[in-house]
């Protein structure tokens, strides 16, 4: 057998001994929506570390668990804390908490992060619908020999991210008045912050925004089938655009200013999206 493959049924294994909640949707919270979570209609929560081999978040402000529960009537499942690249985890295992989801029953798959801004007009604090993503300056999860129980071996990305559920979004946004860009993100691997030439090289690729995270998780769910849409704050404008040093700290601050914005139009979204599924 596929030792990824091994290894992810495993942890289903594990997680299906916790818990027999069947999601409709999966959320992952991002920078600055980490409460999103606490909000919602819990019915259950399963801490990482209780789940065998399942790959843990060492991000502080993480917390590091699934939570199960209801956004209105919409099953959900919820990463509260995800495990980036740059963590020094193999790109299969930064995508595993992915397919657990899937294999859990969620047909949809929301991102949501935080980002460094590269379009002109953007500011720190906006709202970014993803449009597309460029994933080249990371591994592709589906790397290696092909799981032909997930997907097929070349999945198709035309669509990556659902048409109809990013017309949804649109439309919640404009109810909500809340302002939305819109645009394409790009993964790098970091840990560290982009240099202004790397800001300049990805401008010129088509990228809007950019981030550590993401584009990996998409393409596994992809492969698996699922519809995706999601949501990036800019958090701050990129290397080189704002005249002084990048701080995470900053980061966090502008995303906990948006955070309002951002859950109320997560939240309304779901429950717009699950009507459509």
Do not use: W
């Amino acid at each position: 057998m596929n030792p990824t493959y091994e290894k992810l049924m495993k942890c289903f294994d594990s997680l299906r001994a916790l818990t027999d909640f069947k999601p409709q949707l999966a959320l992952v919270l991002g920078t600055g929506l980490g409460n999103f979570a606490e909000r919602i209609r819990i019915v259950q929560t399963v801490d990482y570390h209780d789940i065998s081999d399942f790959p843990v978040s060492t991000v502080q402000g993480h917390k590091g668990r699934y939570v199960f529960g209801y956004v209105d009537a919409v099953p959900v499942v919820i990463m509260q804390g995800r495990v980036h690249y740059y963590e020094g985890y193999d790109i299969a295992d930064v995508v595993l908490p992915i397919r657990l989801m899937r294999l859990m029953g969620a047909e949809v798959l929301f991102v949501t992060n935080a980002s460094g801004g590269i379009c002109e007009t953007f500011h720190a604090g906006d709202l970014m619908l993803i449009s597309d993503h460029i994933s080249s300056f990371v591994p592709s999860p589906l790397r290696g020999e092909n799981m032909d129980e997930l997907g097929t071996r070349f999945p198709d990305m035309t669509d990556a991210y659902d048409p109809e559920l990013r017309t949804i979004i649109r439309s919640t946004a404009r109810k909500e008045d809340i302002p939305l860009q819109e645009g394409v993100y790009l993964q790098l691997p970091g840990p560290q912050f982009e240099t202004p030439a790397e800001i300049r090289m990805a401008r010129a690729l088509g990228a809007d925004a950019v981030g550590m995270s993401t584009a990996c998780e998409v393409i596994a769910a992809r492969h698996m089938g699922m519809r995706i849409c999601g949501i990036s704050c800019v958090s701050n404008m990129a290397a080189g655009m704002s005249g002084g040093p990048l701080l995470h700290e900053e980061v966090q601050q502008n995303a906990d200013m948006a955070a309002p914005r951002f859950e109320t139009l997560v939240h309304r979204s779901i429950t717009a999206i699950a009507k459509s599924i």
